[in-house]
């Protein structure tokens, strides 16, 4: 129901954007977020979207660099990351998620629906 696209190896300093289309169900009403994971380590929060856009939050690690941006289509919604100014640090898969409260949701337990994943390889 949720598949992200557009993950690829990119050099430092450079952009990539992310897409996850969500079908299947109404998703529109969903606060929808990105989280990534490196190799041993556990879901880390990236950014959030309220449903109408209005709130989005982002971890310190990514403000200023990153963006998050939904299209709340008739069927599908479709939910962005625009990365900028990218770091070796940012090197891990990327996931979509949603989850059918609002408020700032940062855990990843806390989400119901998972894509599932997209890789991002940043070289130095």
């Known amino acids: 129901q949720l598949q992200a696209s557009g993950g690829g190896l990119v050099q430092a300093g450079g952009s990539l954007r992310l897409s996850c289309a969500a079908s299947g169900r109404t998703f529109r009403s969903y606060t929808m977020a990105w989280f990534r994971q490196s190799p041993g380590k556990e879901h880390e929060f990236v950014a959030l979207?309220?449903?109408?856009?209005?709130?989005?939050?982002?971890a310190d690690s990514v403000k200023g660099r990153f963006t998050i941006s939904r299209d709340n289509a008739d069927n599908t919604v479709y939910l962005y990351l625009q990365m900028n100014s990218l770091q070796p640090e940012d090197t891990a898969v990327y996931y979509c998620?949603?989850?059918?409260?609002?408020?700032?949701?940062?855990?990843?337990?806390?989400?119901?629906?998972w894509g599932q994943g997209t890789l991002v390889t940043v070289s130095s």
């Open positions: 998620a949603a989850r059918a409260g609002s408020g700032l949701a940062l855990r990843s337990y806390e989400y119901d629906f």
């Open positions: 979207i309220s449903w109408n856009s209005g709130t989005t939050y982002y």
